[in-house]
Nanobody, 115 residues
Framework: QVQLVESGGGSVQPGGSLTLSCAAS????????MGWYRQPPGNQRERVAF???????HYSDSVKGRFTISRDGSENTVYLQMNNLKPEDTAVYYC?????????WGQGTQVTVSS
């Protein structure tokens, strides 16, 4: 089992920045792909970014150039730095840890971008 706890959400004006954190209950980066997903109101959950065990980062087109995913193995924490936020980035953001055999989700953290 892996417990994931997200934090760092909040309200921000368009153009602002936030950094989300996802703390894992144990060391997972060497075998788990860590991802950030979001679910806007009334919409399906979508993948925003992920980082594989080798450290390669990947982004959806909607956030490329604005968001950065990173990880700190000493803290068992993955981050999502979000810059130049837009109203359409408003969503509940979830952290996910997965391998071929297992998937774990965090509880989510709300991000609201509004003037």
């Amino acid at each position: 089992q892996v417990q994931l706890v997200e934090s760092g959400g909040g309200s921000v004006q368009p153009g602002g920045s936030l950094t989300l954190s996802c703390a894992a209950s144990r060391s997972v980066f060497f075998m788990f792909t860590m991802g950030w997903y979001r679910q806007p109101p009334g919409n399906q959950r979508e993948r925003v970014a992920f980082i594989d065990p080798g450290g390669s980062a990947h982004y959806s087109d909607s956030v490329k150039g604005r968001f950065t995913i990173s990880r700190d193995g000493s803290e068992n924490t993955v981050y999502l730095q979000m810059n130049n936020l837009k109203p359409e980035d408003t969503a509940v953001y979830y952290c996910k840890a997965e391998t071929t055999f297992e998937t774990f989700w965090g509880q989510g953290t709300q991000v609201t971008v509004s003037s």
